[in-house]
């Protein structure tokens, strides 16, 4: 309907399409140039700020520069100091509850954490019995062995795969985990 309109009245649109781009044209520009002259009077009051005289005493001063040289120095230093992984980062691996547990960390995190037989080293699958069995637990099965490895009571995978991680979680803590790869605690 605008563009019927337009059409009908062409005179009329351009006078209103040139007012309203002046309009446009016009605010920005002086915005624009406020802006700018505003924050430079923010710099030049600034910098006088900062070169004006200031009557502080001369053991002051002097404390006020150890401590700021203190301060750079420790944060050098932090920067600077490579992040070594914490040795527990090492310790990957372990027997628990009859089945060999593998994993990697991500920060404090255990991450993928997987169940092996330890007779023929296949990862090993889980069984969750029925809900109505009075056997709650979660079993793991090796389909190369056929045999059930191991069993923990008490509930379903993510029951057993948290009893495994607090398992790993309480021999970090206690430093209770192989130190170095001969190790086999």
Same mark, same amino acid.
């Given at each position: 309907?605008?563009?019927?309109?337009?059409?009908? $009245?062409?005179?009329? #649109?351009?006078?209103?399409?040139?007012? *309203?781009?002046?309009?446009?044209?016009?605010?920005?520009?002086? +915005?624009?140039? /406020?802006?700018? #002259?505003?924050?430079?009077?923010?710099?030049?009051?600034?910098?006088?700020?900062?070169? /004006?005289?200031? #009557?502080?005493? &001369?053991?002051?001063?002097?404390?006020?520069?150890? *401590?700021?040289?203190?301060?750079?120095?420790?944060?050098?230093?932090?920067?600077?100091?490579?992040?070594?992984? !914490?040795?527990?980062?090492?310790?990957?691996?372990? +027997?628990?509850?009859?089945?060999? &547990?593998? &994993?990697? &960390? $991500?920060?404090?995190?255990?991450?993928?954490?997987?169940?092996?037989? !330890?007779?023929?080293?296949?990862?090993?699958? =889980? @069984?969750?019995?029925?809900?109505? /069995?009075?056997? @709650?637990?979660?079993? +793991? =099965?090796?389909?190369?062995?056929? #045999?059930?490895?191991?069993?923990?009571?008490?509930?379903?995978?993510? =029951?057993?795969?948290?009893?495994?991680?607090?398992?790993?979680?309480?021999?970090?803590? %206690?430093? *209770?985990? !192989?130190?170095?790869? %001969?190790?086999?605690?």
């Amino acid at each position: 309907m605008a563009e019927m309109w337009a059409k009908k $009245h062409p005179i009329v #649109s351009g006078v209103v399409i040139a007012a *309203l781009g002046s309009m446009v044209f016009e605010e920005p520009r002086a +915005f624009v140039a /406020s802006f700018f #002259s505003g924050i430079w009077s923010l710099v030049i009051r600034g910098y006088q700020w900062v070169i /004006s005289d200031v #009557s502080i005493p &001369w053991w002051l001063f002097i404390i006020l520069c150890l *401590l700021s040289a203190i301060v750079v120095i420790q944060i050098g230093y932090h920067l600077l100091q490579k992040e070594e992984a !914490p040795d527990f980062h090492e310790y990957r691996a372990d +027997f628990i509850n009859g089945v060999k &547990w593998r &994993w990697g &960390w $991500h920060g404090r995190q255990i991450s993928n954490l997987t169940a092996y037989c !330890p007779n023929c080293d296949y990862q090993l699958t =889980y @069984i969750n019995p029925d809900r109505w /069995s009075d056997d @709650i637990g979660t079993s +793991f =099965y090796c389909d190369r062995c056929s #045999s059930v490895i191991s069993k923990i009571k008490g509930g379903g995978l993510d =029951y057993a795969l948290g009893v495994v991680r607090r398992e790993i979680d309480r021999k970090v803590r %206690n430093q *209770l985990y !192989p130190k170095n790869k %001969n190790d086999k605690r």
